[in-house]
C-alpha cells in the first residue's frame, strides 16, 4: 500500500516536473535567444513562437510540398528568422544549452521537408532556422564571384549575376524557387554542368556556423569540412550563412531548342541513341531528356519525350554541332531560339523570355504535393527494356510520372570523384530522376502515387546502377531509409541510404562529422552520424 502510493507520487511528480521542465527549455531557449540577439520578448522580430500571429505564414512561405503539412510530422516549436549572421550563432549556442535542435531552411525545397518538420519518435521541441532574410548577392565582375547569402534563390542569383555582367553565368539548378543553401550543399545539376560541373565545383568559400557557435571561414574550418559541405549535405554540419561563388564565361548568345518525339515518331530509338550521345557531345553541348505518358487509354495513349537543349553560341553554330554529333535529333532552325544566358534560364523553367524580373519571385510555383526518386545509368538501355518501361508508365492512368534525364559527360567525368564530397562522376551517362506531382491533399490519393512510384522504381532494378543502386541527395527519397531516434542514428544504419548518396565518400564524411559534431547536434533523420570504428 505505502509503496503504491509513493510510486503513485513519484508518477504525479514526474509528470509536473517534466511537464514543467518542457516549459522551462523552450522558456529558457526563447529567453536565451533573446537576450543573445538583443531582442525583446514584447516586440520579436527574429524568433516565431506558434502563439505569434505570423506564424503560420512564415512556417509555410517556403514550403514547397504540401502533403507534409498534413502528414502527423512534428512541426516546430520556433522558427528564427536571422537578419545578420550572429543569430544563426545565437540559435545554435542557446539550442544546444536548453536541449533544443535546429532544422536549418534556405528555399523550403526539401523533397521530404526534413528543412521544417521531423518524424522523431523522441518528439524533442525543436526550431526551423529559416535563413530567408539573409540574401544579400554581391557580384564581383572583375573578380568573376559572387558572395551569396544561403537564403537566396537561384533566380535571385541568375538575375543579379547577369545584371552584373552580360558573359557571366553561375551553373545551378533548372527551377528559380530553389535554394542556394540546400541545393549547392548537395551538388546542385543543372543546364551548364557538362561545361563547368555541379554548383558545388563552383564554390570557392563559405560562412558556416558548426555546433560549438563559431563562424567559420574556408580557412578556419579546415579543409575536410570545406570538402565535406560540398555535396554532402550541409545541414549535417552547421548552417551556411553564405557562398562564395566562382562566377563562369558565358557567351552573349547561346541557343535553346525543344524537339518533342511520340512512339510513332520514333522517340524509342531517338531515346536509345541519346544515352550514348549525349554524354560524350562537346561540352558546349547539353541535351537532356524528358519523358511522360500523354493522351487517353487505349488508343490515343503515348509516350513522349521531349529533348531540351543549350548551346554555347549562336543558332548556326548549334544547328552545325548536332548536324554533326546527333543528325537523327533532327533540329530545325525553328525549333531554336537565340537568347541571352539569363533568357536561357527563364526558357528551362517554361517561362516568358521577355521577362526576368520573374526569376525574383521567390513563393512556391504551385500548391502541390510531390514524390521523387532517383538513379544514376552506367550502361545503356536497350530498345527493347524501354518499351517494358513504356508500358509501366502507360499503365497509370491519371498519374502523371515524369522521368527526367540528365546527361553527364564533359566536365562532370573530369572532376575526381573525391575531389568534393559530390560522389557521382565518370562511369555514369545520365542522371533519372523520376518525379510526379498532385494536387489532391487526401491521404489516399497520397499513398496511391506513392505506391506507383515505388512500383516503377522496382521495375527499373535491373537497368540502373547497383552495389549500391546510386541516389543524388538533392533528389532526398526516405525510402532509402531514415532513423526517427533522435541523435542516434548508428553509421551501419546510416550506411543504407549514405553509401547510395555518396558512395565511397560516406566513411570519410562520417569522420568529419565525428571532428567537427562528435555528438550528433546537427541530426535529421537521414543524416550522417559521426564514425566511430
Ligand atoms: C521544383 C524543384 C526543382 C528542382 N530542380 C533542381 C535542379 O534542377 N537541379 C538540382 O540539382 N536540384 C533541383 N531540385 C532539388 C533541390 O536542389 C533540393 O531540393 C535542394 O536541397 C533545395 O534547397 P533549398 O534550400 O530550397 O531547400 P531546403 O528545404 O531549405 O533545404 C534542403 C536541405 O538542405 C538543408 N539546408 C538548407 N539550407 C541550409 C543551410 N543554409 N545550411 C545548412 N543546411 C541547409 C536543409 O536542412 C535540408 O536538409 C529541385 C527541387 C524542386 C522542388
Ligand atoms: C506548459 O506545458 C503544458 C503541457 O505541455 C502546456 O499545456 C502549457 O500550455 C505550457 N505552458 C506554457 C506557458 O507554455
Ligand atoms: C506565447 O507568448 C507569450 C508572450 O506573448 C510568451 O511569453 C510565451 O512564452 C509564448 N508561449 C510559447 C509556448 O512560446
Ligand atoms: C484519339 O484522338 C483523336 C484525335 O484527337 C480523337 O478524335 C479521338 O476521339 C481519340 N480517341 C480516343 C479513344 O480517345
Ligand atoms: C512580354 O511579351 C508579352 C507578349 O509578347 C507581353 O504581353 C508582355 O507585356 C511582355 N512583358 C514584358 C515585361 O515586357
Ligand atoms: C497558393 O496558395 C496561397 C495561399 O492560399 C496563395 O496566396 C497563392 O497564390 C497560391 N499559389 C498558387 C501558385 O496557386
Redo the contacts with the bound molecule.
Keep these: 500500500m505505502a509503496s503504491t502510493t509513493i510510486i503513485f507520487s513519484c508518477f504525479i511528480f514526474f509528470l509536473l516536473c517534466t511537464s514543467h521542465a518542457a516549459n522551462h527549455t523552450q522558456a529558457n531557449f526563447l529567453n536565451c535567444f533573446l537576450e543573445a540577439t538583443g531582442g525583446s520578448s514584447s516586440s520579436p522580430s527574429k524568433i516565431y513562437t506558434p502563439n505569434t500571429t505570423s506564424f503560420s505564414t512564415l512556417f509555410r512561405s517556403?514550403v514547397?510540398n504540401l502533403r507534409f503539412l498534413s502528414s502527423g510530422a512534428e512541426t516546430p516549436s520556433f522558427i528564427i528568422l536571422p537578419s545578420v549572421d550572429h543569430d544563426s550563432q545565437a540559435a545554435v549556442l542557446c539550442g544546444r544549452r536548453h536541449g533544443i535542435r535546429l532544422?536549418?531552411?534556405?528555399?523550403?525545397?526539401?523533397?521530404e521537408g526534413?528543412?521544417?518538420v521531423s518524424f522523431s519518435s523522441t518528439d524533442g521541441p525543436f526550431a526551423v532556422v529559416d535563413?530567408s532574410g539573409l540574401r544579400s548577392i554581391e557580384v564581383n565582375a572583375a573578380d568573376h564571384t559572387a558572395w551569396v547569402g544561403?537564403g537566396a534563390t537561384l533566380g535571385e542569383v541568375y538575375y543579379n549575376v547577369a545584371a552584373a555582367s552580360p558573359t557571366a553565368g553561375f551553373p545551378a539548378?533548372?527551377?528559380p524557387?530553389?535554394?542556394?543553401?540546400?541545393?549547392i550543399?548537395?551538388?546542385?545539376?543543372?543546364s551548364l554542368q557538362r561545361k563547368y560541373g555541379l554548383a558545388a565545383d563552383n564554390v570557392v568559400d563559405v560562412r558556416l556556423v558548426n555546433a560549438e557557435g563559431e563562424l567559420l571561414t574556408r580557412e578556419t574550418m579546415g579543409e575536410d569540412l570545406f570538402w565535406a559541405i560540398r555535396g554532402g549535405?550541409?545541414?549535417n554540419f552547421?548552417?551556411?550563412?553564405a557562398y562564395k561563388l566562382r562566377l563562369v564565361p558565358v557567351p552573349p548568345k547561346l541557343t535553346v531548342f525543344s524537339v518533342s518525339r511520340t512512339l510513332g515518331q520514333g522517340a524509342t530509338r531517338l531515346l536509345h541513341s541519346w544515352q550514348s550521345i549525349a554524354p560524350r557531345l562537346a561540352d558546349d553541348l547539353w541535351i537532356r531528356a524528358l519523358v511522360i505518358a500523354i493522351g487517353e487509354a487505349p488508343v490515343n495513349r503515348t509516350i513522349q519525350a521531349t529533348f531540351q537543349g543549350l548551346f554555347l553560341g549562336p543558332r548556326r553554330a548549334t544547328l552545325a554541332a548536332i548536324k554533326k554529333s546527333f543528325p537523327e535529333l533532327r533540329v530545325r532552325a525553328e525549333d531554336c531560339n537565340e537568347v541571352s544566358w539569363v533568357e536561357s534560364t527563364l526558357y528551362f523553367d517554361g517561362r516568358a523570355l521577355n521577362n526576368t524580373r520573374a526569376l525574383l519571385n521567390r513563393r512556391p510555383a504551385f500548391n502541390s504535393s510531390?514524390k521523387a526518386k532517383s538513379d544514376f545509368v552506367r550502361e545503356p538501355i536497350s530498345e527493347k527494356a524501354w518499351e517494358g518501361i513504356w508500358k509501366v508508365m502507360m499503365e497509370g492512368e491519371e498519374e502523371p510520372l515524369e522521368m527526367i534525364f540528365e546527361p553527364w559527360g564533359g566536365r562532370l567525368w573530369e572532376i575526381e570523384d573525391d575531389a568534393i564530397a559530390f560522389p557521382h562522376r565518370k562511369g555514369n551517362l545520365y542522371n533519372i530522376q523520376y518525379f510526379m506531382r498532385w494536387f489532391e491533399t487526401e491521404a489516399a490519393v497520397t499513398a496511391r502515387h506513392l505506391r506507383w512510384m515505388r512500383r516503377l522504381y522496382d521495375y527499373m532494378t535491373p537497368h540502373v546502377s547497383s552495389n549500391p543502386r546510386a541516389a543524388y541527395l538533392?533528389?532526398?527519397d526516405i525510402d532509402l531509409g531514415i532513423s526517427t531516434e533522435e541523435g542516434r542514428t548508428s553509421y551501419k544504419e546510416a550506411s543504407a541510404w549514405g553509401r547510395r548518396y555518396f558512395l565511397h565518400n560516406f566513411e570519410k564524411l562520417a569522420k568529419v562529422k565525428a571532428r567537427v559534431d562528435p555528438e550528433n547536434y546537427f541530426w535529421?533523420e537521414q543524416g550522417i552520424p559521426p564514425y566511430t570504428a
Aim: glycine share 28%; hydrophobic share 30%.
Design positions: 517556403s514547397q532544422r536549418v531552411r534556405s528555399g523550403g525545397h526539401d523533397y526534413l528543412s521544417y535563413l544561403a539548378g533548372i527551377c524557387t530553389v535554394g542556394v543553401g540546400g541545393h550543399s548537395g551538388g546542385g545539376i543543372g549535405g550541409a545541414a552547421g548552417i551556411v550563412v510531390f538533392n533528389y532526398k535529421n
